[in-house]
Nanobody, 127 residues
């Protein structure tokens, strides 16, 4: 059974940085993409960043230049480096995986949908 466990969420001030991690078990990342999806209170889920097995990445416009997604193929860990954090980045961040969707397709799908999900880690940015 696929398991995805996130960590690294915290409360930070505007302009701060965080690095999220997601340990993925019982999943072979050979196709599709793995991604970070966030959901703020009273808002829809939003795909933030996605990566394919070849290292191709896709980001939502609001985080370009500030967030970096990466995947450790040996340890099966997905990362999200978040710099220059802003109050609008406050949300629960989930890692997610889908064996069929490309990063571009995954982030543009409405509603956001993946085959596998983690429970999330909370990021709070205060001014």
């Amino acid at each position: 059974q696929v398991e995805m466990v996130e960590s690294g969420g915290d409360s930070v001030q505007v302009g701060g940085s965080l690095k999220l991690s997601c340990v993925i078990s019982e999943y072979t990342f050979r196709s599709g993409c793995v991604a970070w999806v966030r959901q703020a209170p009273k808002k829809y889920r939003e795909g933030v960043a996605a990566i394919d097995p070849d290292g191709g990445t896709k980001y939502v416009d609001s985080v370009k230049g500030r967030f970096t997604i990466s995947y450790d193929n040996v340890k099966n860990i997905l990362y999200l480096q978040m710099d220059n954090l802003q109050p609008d980045d406050t949300a629960m961040y989930h890692c997610a995986a889908d064996p069929f969707m490309t990063p571009s397709h995954a982030l543009s799908a409405q509603p956001i949908r993946f085959t596998y999900w983690g429970k999330g880690t909370q990021v709070t940015v205060s001014s």
